[in-house]
């Protein structure tokens, strides 16, 4: 086939910036054209108008499909992605059945979920979930098109440190305060950097608290800086799925202490690419020791095998198995 084309439909400027991150995978996928529409918004222009039409009480889904329905029309994609999750509404599902005869739909999907999802199954070529135990949960509800496509990361904000300098002991960790993330740290007996909305609540002797929000290249930064990135699975919207940090963390460098989960295996040699531990007392103890974990192979891996550009080849080999020849 001639080069694909794929048309990124996400959130412009999440905590995560998953969107963004997709659209910059055009960087290292040169046989692949990547374009993008946020449902939010996509330009100063757009923003300000959907303010005032939702001042004015009118409806943005109306205004919103008819921008989606023109932007489909001018980038003729061969593959719609819908990256994190969306209940659309029904204008969008209607542009979306307009499109379906030329391109293969798909929905990647990081949170929990309800039986809202159903509405749009009979559009979605494939669901992709960041959590594999959520591959039941969709069967569950009738949605039988699912697999299993992990997170990724972007390395052209997450790539280790040009210089040599030595990176601080002490764990760190950076993320949303959950009940029981904090519940957690405060067993942990070995010094931890904590970072994050929230954690003016914390209190521990080996805890020090840094209770506001970071930008990503601040967050890129702390990884370049420390040895050690902590991270603990936030049951608020996963249960065993990885989140990005995982492969952040790898990609700048740092060694990867994790929460066990099952999800680990289907990406890591979990005794040689990371830390991991099943409780605090366990981390506590591992810490105490600091197993020998190759990083630098640890973070060749994630560039190898965990970017946004590999994850969208992965899509784009499930919808043309061709391109794997």
């Not at 084309?5 to 046989?31: H, M, P």
């Not at 969008?92 to 809202?116: M, N, S």
């Not at 494939?126 to 990361?153: E, H, K, N, W």
Request: hydrophobic residues 40%.
């Amino acid at each position: 086939m001639s080069k694909p084309s794929i048309l990124v439909l996400g959130k412009r400027g999440g905590i995560l910036q998953w969107y963004e991150g997709l659209l910059d995978a055009k960087t290292s996928l040169t046989g692949v054209q990547i374009d993008g529409f946020a449902l939010n918004h996509n330009n100063w222009h757009e923003r300000i108008l959907k303010k005032i039409l939702k001042l004015s009480h009118q409806n943005l889904d109306h205004y919103t499909a008819k921008l989606l329905a023109r932007k489909i029309q001018n980038t003729q994609p061969d593959i719609i992605l819908i990256a994190d999750l969306f209940y659309l509404s029904l204008p969008l599902l209607e542009v979306l059945q307009h499109a379906k005869p030329k391109a293969k739909i798909y929905h990647w999907i990081g949170d929990f979920f309800d039986d809202r999802l159903k509405f749009s199954s009979s559009l979605i070529d494939q669901f992709f979930f960041t959590d594999s135990s959520f591959l039941d949960d969709a069967r569950q509800m009738g949605i039988d098109q699912v697999a299993y496509l992990p997170l990724g990361f972007n390395p052209s904000i997450f790539y280790p440190p040009k210089n040599n300098m030595p990176r601080k002991d002490a764990l760190l960790f950076i993320g949303a305060w959950s009940e029981n993330r904090q519940a957690f740290l405060q067993q942990i007996q070995v010094p931890v950097n904590v970072y994050g909305k929230g954690w003016d609540k914390l209190k521990s002797d080996y805890i020090t608290a840094h209770p506001h929000n970071l930008s990503l290249s601040q967050v890129s930064d702390l990884y370049q800086q420390y040895k050690y990135v902590l991270n603990i699975i936030n049951h608020n919207n996963t249960r065993i799925g990885l989140n990005m940090r995982c492969f952040e963390a790898m990609g700048a460098g740092a060694i990867l202490v994790t929460e066990y989960s099952s999800d680990l295996l289907h990406c890591f040699n979990i005794e040689k690419d990371l830390i991991y531990f099943n409780n605090a007392a366990e981390l506590t103890a591992k810490m105490k020791i600091k197993p020998d974990i190759d990083a630098q192979a640890s973070c060749n891996k994630a560039h190898l095998e965990h970017s946004y550009a590999q994850r969208l080849m992965t899509i784009l080999q499930r919808a043309y198995p061709d391109l794997r020849n």
